[in-house]
């Protein structure tokens, strides 16, 4: 089970913040807006669970960075598990 965790955590989530890191260098407007929502959100305060949720813009950035570069293509589980994805 912790294995199982490790194996299907550890990649996935290296690999979206490797691309969303990727894209961001790429995009000042984007990150700039990042940083006022976080600011405007957090203030000085650490963040906690439900304040991640009000990071929506942050949130569709990843989402986009998932879709562009997807850690889990779809055509894996296609391949692997022949389904009708
Ligand atoms: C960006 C990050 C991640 C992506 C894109 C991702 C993606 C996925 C996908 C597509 C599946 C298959 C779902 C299905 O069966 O239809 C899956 C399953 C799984 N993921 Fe992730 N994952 C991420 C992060 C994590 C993390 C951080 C953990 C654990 C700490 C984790 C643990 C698991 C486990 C245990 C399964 C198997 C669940 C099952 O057997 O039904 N994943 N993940």
Redesign the pocket.
């Known amino acids: 089970m912790i294995l199982?965790?490790i194996i299907?955590?550890r990649d996935?989530?290296a690999?979206?913040l490797a691309w969303t890191c990727y894209l961001l260098a790429q995009h000042k407007e984007v990150r700039e807006k990042i940083i006022e929502e976080v600011d405007s959100v957090l203030g000085d305060a650490d963040p906690d669970y439900e304040s991640l949720k009000e990071l929506t813009y942050l949130q569709a950035v990843i989402t986009e960075s998932?879709r562009l570069y997807?850690?889990?293509p779809r055509f894996f589980?296609f391949f692997f598990f022949l389904k009708n994805y």
Do not use: D, H, I
Request: hydrophobic share 40%.
């Open positions: 199982n965790m299907a955590g996935t989530t690999q979206s998932l997807p850690s889990v589980f």
